[in-house]
């Protein structure tokens, strides 16, 4: 009987840089839907603390740093409308609820 010596190869440099490399990219398109949505939620964020100021500076009346127009108070690119007078008052039940007049 021969003794048949087995040898054991194993993968090449290319061969471990390309499987590194595919997965590098695998990973960047995985994490880089997540990424763009935390960016967005960041954005949001941002903005709606700005535009809570700008509400909070229009009831207080405080008119500096604003660019006040016809029917809305803008600065830096955002805009908030004036509040509407004589609007009747409405009360919210939920956030899709139709508005109802409070007696």
């Known amino acids: 009987m ?37 960016k967005q939620k960041n954005q949001l964020l941002v903005e709606t603390r700005r535009l ?7 009831i207080a009346e405080k008119r500096t740093g604003y660019d006040i127009r016809e029917g809305m108070w803008c600065s830096e690119g955002l805009c908030l409308a004036s509040s509407i007078r004589n609007d009747t008052p409405r009360n919210f039940v939920g956030p899709l609820a139709e508005p109802a007049l409070i007696d």
């Open 2 to 38: 021969k003794n048949i010596s087995v040898q054991q190869q194993g993968f090449t440099l290319l061969e471990v840089v390309l499987s590194m490399v595919a997965i590098a990219f695998f990973l960047i398109l995985a994490i880089d839907p997540v990424l763009s949505v935390q």
């Open 52 to 58: 809570d100021q700008m509400a909070s500076d229009q």
